[in-house]
């Protein structure tokens, strides 16, 4: 039986090797510095959009997140084009041969996989924040949110409803990273798996387009929950607590994060990364990598 401390220093190097390996691939620097390039114009295009509509963000936070919601859609896929090309970039480069020669078992590899997988995901994210409050802070200001000299709520508490909305927006993000994995899993060439990674990226981002009254009734706690069809389109779920989040720089604050649409989003995501996880996990102990 496999040792946990050993199998997690295997996967630590081999995330580390992965790290290595991709900050020095032109196609994930140039994926990268699409997003922050994305990022900076798009804060300055919605400063002037605002300035040209006579149209003002109530605080530097209304800024930032209304910045980060209309930028992730766009980064997403970018990053996800990336993970899918993760085994490909191996294979192309006959790495993975030297690495299967090693001791090291393939769960172990596909789980560093996932975990590189998972800090792109998070580097995505915190790279929108950053230029999104940075931007909020040189716009309008961040601190305390106030009305009138009347403090509404700390800027702590506010940055800190942001830092739980950004988990639960990672936590979707993730099952898009499973599923960037599971593609890269089955693809010898960075064409193929780029080809068939957005060709179901839009397919389950086409579900979220059913009408929400289509879907089925579940029973919790003895009170029914609608779960609409519209939620296998798991791929815009990561909106849903950003919208929540929505409320909170105009003064209202969130009572609880565990509304019926937030369970549904972490039920969904949930469910999708795990299948898609076994789907890789089968996937990488049959194929034959010396091909």
């Known amino acids: 039986m496999t040792d946990p401390l050993d199998f997690g220093r295997t996967v630590a190097r081999l995330v580390r090797a992965d790290v290595t390996k991709l900050s020095h691939y032109w196609v994930v620097l140039i994926g990268f510095c699409a997003i922050f390039v994305l ?34 859609d766009a980064a997403t896929p970018i990053v996800y084009v990336l993970i899918c090309i993760l085994f490909a970039i191996d294979v192309s480069n006959s790495t993975l041969k030297c690495i299967l020669t090693r001791p090291v078992t393939r769960m172990e590899l596909l789980c560093s996989k996932y975990v590189t997988a998972l800090g792109m995901v998070l580097l995505m ?41 950004t988990g639960f927006v990672l936590l979707c993000l993730s099952a898009v990273a499973a599923l960037g994995v599971t593609v890269s899993t089955f693809s010898s060439t960075m064409g193929g798996a780029i080809i068939i990674g957005m060709i179901l990226f839009f397919f389950f981002d086409m ?9 089925f ?24 607590p950003l919208d929540l989040l929505g409320d909170l720089p105009t003064g209202i ?17 949930t469910t999708y990364f795990w299948i898609f996880f076994a789907i890789s996990a089968v996937g990488i102990r049959r194929r034959d990598f010396t091909l």
């Open 39 to 72: 990022a900076v114009p798009g804060t300055m295009l919605f400063h002037w959009a605002e300035q040209a509509a006579n149209v003002a963000s109530n605080s530097g936070y209304d800024f930032a997140l209304s910045v980060v919601n209309r930028l992730v």
């Open 125 to 165: 994210v915190t790279m929108l924040w950053v230029v999104a409050l940075g931007a909020g802070a040189f716009y309008h200001g961040l601190g305390d949110l106030t009305e009138n000299d009347y403090v509404i709520f700390e800027g702590s508490y506010v940055l800190g409803q942001f830092a739980i909305g």
């Open 207 to 215: 579900a979220s387009v059913i009408p929400a009254s289509l879907g």
């Open 217 to 240: 009734t579940l029973s919790l706690g003895g009170e029914p929950l609608h779960v609409p069809l519209s939620t296998l389109g798991f791929t815009n779920q990561l909106l849903v």
């Open 253 to 269: 604050p969130i009572r609880t994060w565990w509304t019926p649409e937030i369970l549904r989003m972490v039920v969904t995501c």
